[in-house]
């Protein structure tokens, strides 16, 4: 289909948009972050780019744009755009998964590292200007498991078979990772507690979606190894902080390693801030110099798909949530 005028959900003034103006003058190209800025175009456009998560500019919009033909995200999440009338129209939704699953599987990796070489004794001991030899661990011959075997966990996969890790998958098709040279053996989502209790790491990789808030809870974390480490990297809604706490408190888990929260920003009188084994990133692991241009670069190549009738990448499940 011919696309004849882009419509932005966007600050006009960010830098990383700057290669939309490649399709002036064939596409029109109309930027901004409110009704008023956008205007007619609205009416005009056939595909509408989000920058940004405006459910509620979205949700006005949406009745007014009677030519658009298809929605693109440039995050991978897209629970904070999706209510009822867009989840039941036609118009096709695509996302930037796997855009930023390198990122995420290198964050995996060094978490990994941190506990297995226990690097803040390493720091700490340096500051202190202490000789004291320890011993650590290796990766080789420990299991990686990974709940939500996506993009983000077949990339942390990729990465930890480098180590000799043993690669465990669980999800909820698993008969999409049969014959995955990477993983050793998957594992259906009623199985999880299984998988769990091989893991050595265990990779929380899931979406915020029907079903999955919590799905780490207190029995799961319960049924980890001794001295295993947890590692979230997809939403903090799937964890029940609370009993993590007090899993690593009472010292059942050799420690966390924490991209995403249930509130962000994290509060500060979270206990995670105080817990020495907690490794803390303030989700930002996929924040490379370069992931806003990738991610627009990624939306090009599926605007050429589109223009010439090939099928997007990309498309997420409205009703599942991702």
């Given at each position: 289909m011919k696309v004849e005028h882009l419509l932005v959900l966007a600050n006009p003034s960010s830098s990383h948009l700057e290669p939309l103006q490649q399709l002036a003058p064939a596409i029109r190209i109309t930027v901004g972050l409110s009704e008023e800025a956008l205007g007619d175009a609205v009416e005009q456009a056939q595909v509408l780019l989000l920058d940004a998560p405006r459910k509620e500019l979205l949700r006005t919009l949406l009745p007014r744009a009677r030519n658009l033909r298809w929605v693109h995200s440039l995050f991978a999440g897209v629970e904070h755009l999706l209510f009822e009338e867009f989840i039941q129209?036609?118009?096709?939704?695509?996302?930037?998964?796997?855009?930023?699953?390198?990122?995420?599987?290198?964050?995996?990796l060094a978490s990994m590292l941190f506990?297995?070489?226990?690097l803040r004794r390493l720091v700490r001991q340096q500051a202190e200007a202490r000789w004291e030899p320890f011993n650590s661990l290796e990766l080789r011959g420990q299991t990686l498991g990974i709940l939500g075997y996506g993009d983000i966990?077949?990339?942390?996969?990729?990465?930890a078979k480098g180590f000799d890790v043993r690669i465990l998958a669980c999800r909820r098709r698993p008969e999409?990772?049969?014959?995955?040279?990477?993983?050793?053996?998957?594992?259906?989502?009623?199985?999880?507690?299984?998988?769990?209790?091989?893991?050595?790491y265990l990779l929380l990789a899931m979406p915020?979606?029907?079903g999955t808030q919590r799905l780490m809870g207190e029995a799961e974390l319960k049924a980890l190894k001794p001295q295993a480490v947890l590692i979230n990297v997809g939403r903090g809604s799937t964890l029940d902080e609370p009993a993590l706490v007090r899993a690593l408190v009472q010292g059942h888990l050799?420690?966390?390693?924490?991209?995403?929260?249930?509130?962000?920003?994290?509060?500060?009188?979270?206990?995670?801030?105080?817990?020495?084994?907690?490794?803390l990133s303030p989700h930002c692991a996929d924040n490379t110099p370069t992931w806003r241009n990738d991610s627009v670069a990624f939306f090009l190549k599926n605007l050429e798909r589109f223009e010439q009738g090939q099928p997007l990448l990309n498309l997420v499940d409205k009703r599942a949530g991702y």
């Open positions: 129209s036609p118009l096709p939704l695509t996302n930037a998964k796997g855009v930023y699953s390198g990122a995420l599987g290198d964050f995996v506990f297995a070489k226990d966990g077949r990339a942390a996969a990729k990465r999409q990772s049969e014959g995955d040279p990477l993983v050793d053996e998957v594992f259906p989502l009623h199985r999880r507690h299984e998988m769990i209790a091989a893991s050595d915020h979606a029907p050799r420690g966390a390693a924490l991209d995403v929260f249930e509130n962000e920003p994290l509060p500060k009188d979270h206990p995670f801030w105080r817990l020495e084994n907690v490794l």
